[in-house]
């Protein structure tokens, strides 16, 4: 006699309809969830503009270029344009139809990715641009001018044959980021706290703040770095390190709030960031974005380094720079090389030489019987450079 429908058959087929049911509920979700992270994958992805044209004309003279020294170190050149086109930037002043490059740091990272070191170079450096490719086609002649007229001449790619003519050090990446883009990372990880040693009122940058502990959104953001004439000195050098001390203030927020661990809080710095950057075509993507990124989490924030190029006053006039040598060469040797660099905030440290024992083969003998007693051998330390780290507090 087969058991009832409310007996124990009843019971074993509801069973199975539920394990069915749960099965077709787990794959839907599945295969939604899948297709919900490719959409978002994609959408990030498709938000970075590839620079096709820069790649082009780079390939052009790529045998002319620095060749990379040390295996898995990367030379990141990060160009801040002052691009006016566009309605979020048009206020920022009239639309020439022209744009130069605001800010440019050389960001090398460590082959073992145990260091960062951003290096500002200044706008108003006298240099010698090579003849690049215009933006209608035509190419103009090599000159000796200001530095950031190579963005304006040709671009991503004149600024980084000009840095690596400058440097001797091997560009292998660029990111390229306007007014509109900057503001957009600074509110997608609500705000960046700074300390003000006296209070701001500068009238041209729309920016007015207590002394103290603030915290800045966006368009405040903006105005601080990028205002000169009424803070600190007015000089360019005094804006480089307000802008390399916001660089620090803003990795600390991002590791701080655990943004990259977080997908809740990683989803609109991503698209914020995505969103505003025009980069070479290897990093077009968020694969190609993440597989440089990835080491960067566990570099110790005092390993995170920003300093200015060694630069002084030009012989011809007092408002443009020059570099200062042989200092600079010895800045760029470092990064060429991956050898270490040293910042420290109250100008250059002397350093007296280390003695160490001889350790070349033999000098202690085959049986190594004790302390080597010969001549000692000198080793320099590493050069110290005017800067600062991202472990830093300027309010202590």
């Given at each position: 006699m087969g058991a009832s429908a409310s007996g124990r058959g009843l019971v074993r087929r509801r069973r199975r309809r539920w394990v069915r049911i749960t099965a077709f509920g787990a794959t839907t979700l599945l295969v939604v969830a899948g297709g919900v992270g490719w959409a978002v994958y994609a959408k990030l992805s498709g938000n970075i503009t590839p620079d096709e044209a820069?790649?082009?004309?780079?390939?052009?003279?790529?045998?002319?270029?620095?060749?990379?020294?040390?295996?898995?170190?990367?030379?990141?050149?990060l160009i801040g344009s002052d691009s006016r086109e566009g309605r979020d930037n048009a206020r920022y002043g009239r639309d020439s139809g022209t744009e130069r490059s605001d800010t440019t740091i050389l960001l090398h990272l460590s082959a073992g990715r145990g260091s960062a070191t951003a290096v500002s170079l200044p706008r108003d450096l006298m240099v010698n641009l090579p003849g690049c490719r215009r933006p209608d086609g035509s190419r103009?002649?090599?000159?000796?001018?200001?530095?950031?007229?190579?963005f304006q001449l040709g671009g991503s790619a004149c600024t980084i044959r000009?840095?690596?003519?400058?440097?001797?050090?091997?560009?292998?990446?660029?990111?390229?980021?306007?007014?509109?883009?900057?503001?957009?990372?600074?509110?997608?990880?609500?705000?960046?706290q700074v300390?003000?040693?006296?209070p701001i009122d500068d009238r041209a940058a729309k920016l007015r703040l207590p002394a103290g502990r603030v915290t800045l959104n966006g368009e405040q953001a903006l105005g601080y770095v990028r205002a000169r004439k009424t803070l600190g000195d007015g000089s360019d050098t005094e804006r480089m390190e307000r802008q390399q001390r916001f660089l620090g203030a803003l990795a600390n927020k991002v590791r701080s709030n655990d943004v990259l661990?977080?997908?809740?809080k990683l989803y609109p710095v991503l698209d914020a960031a995505t969103s505003s950057l025009t980069?070479?075509?290897?990093?077009?993507?968020?694969?190609?974005?993440?597989?440089?990124?990835?080491?960067?989490?566990?570099?110790?924030?005092?390993?995170?380094?920003?300093?200015?190029?060694?630069?002084e006053s030009y012989a011809y006039d007092a408002n443009r720079d020059q570099?200062?040598?042989?200092?600079?060469?010895?800045?760029?040797?470092?990064?060429?090389?991956?050898?270490?660099?040293v910042v420290e905030g109250n100008g250059p440290r002397r350093h007296a030489p280390l003695r160490l024992p001889d350790t070349r083969d033999g000098a202690y003998g085959d049986s190594h019987p004790g302390p080597y007693r010969g001549p000692a051998v000198t080793v320099s330390p590493p050069p110290t450079f005017r800067g600062n780290t991202a472990a830093e507090d300027t309010c202590e």
């Amino acid at each position: 006699m087969g058991a009832s429908a409310s007996g124990r058959g009843l019971v074993r087929r509801r069973r199975r309809r539920w394990v069915r049911i749960t099965a077709f509920g787990a794959t839907t979700l599945l295969v939604v969830a899948g297709g919900v992270g490719w959409a978002v994958y994609a959408k990030l992805s498709g938000n970075i503009t590839p620079d096709e044209a820069a790649a082009a004309e780079l390939a052009r003279y790529d045998k002319e270029r620095p060749t990379s020294l040390v295996k898995d170190a990367r030379n990141i050149l990060l160009i801040g344009s002052d691009s006016r086109e566009g309605r979020d930037n048009a206020r920022y002043g009239r639309d020439s139809g022209t744009e130069r490059s605001d800010t440019t740091i050389l960001l090398h990272l460590s082959a073992g990715r145990g260091s960062a070191t951003a290096v500002s170079l200044p706008r108003d450096l006298m240099v010698n641009l090579p003849g690049c490719r215009r933006p209608d086609g035509s190419r103009s002649a090599p000159r000796f001018a200001m530095f950031n007229q190579a963005f304006q001449l040709g671009g991503s790619a004149c600024t980084i044959r000009t840095v690596e003519k400058l440097t001797d050090i091997r560009v292998d990446h660029h990111v390229v980021v306007d007014f509109h883009g900057f503001k957009k990372m600074v509110d997608a990880v609500d705000g960046v706290q700074v300390c003000l040693r006296e209070p701001i009122d500068d009238r041209a940058a729309k920016l007015r703040l207590p002394a103290g502990r603030v915290t800045l959104n966006g368009e405040q953001a903006l105005g601080y770095v990028r205002a000169r004439k009424t803070l600190g000195d007015g000089s360019d050098t005094e804006r480089m390190e307000r802008q390399q001390r916001f660089l620090g203030a803003l990795a600390n927020k991002v590791r701080s709030n655990d943004v990259l661990l977080n997908p809740a809080k990683l989803y609109p710095v991503l698209d914020a960031a995505t969103s505003s950057l025009t980069t070479d075509p290897k990093l077009a993507s968020l694969r190609g974005l993440y597989e440089l990124v990835r080491g960067l989490r566990d570099i110790p924030m005092e390993q995170v380094q920003f300093l200015t190029v060694p630069r002084e006053s030009y012989a011809y006039d007092a408002n443009r720079d020059q570099l200062v040598e042989p200092a600079a060469e010895r800045l760029f040797e470092r990064l060429r090389t991956d050898g270490p660099v040293v910042v420290e905030g109250n100008g250059p440290r002397r350093h007296a030489p280390l003695r160490l024992p001889d350790t070349r083969d033999g000098a202690y003998g085959d049986s190594h019987p004790g302390p080597y007693r010969g001549p000692a051998v000198t080793v320099s330390p590493p050069p110290t450079f005017r800067g600062n780290t991202a472990a830093e507090d300027t309010c202590e």
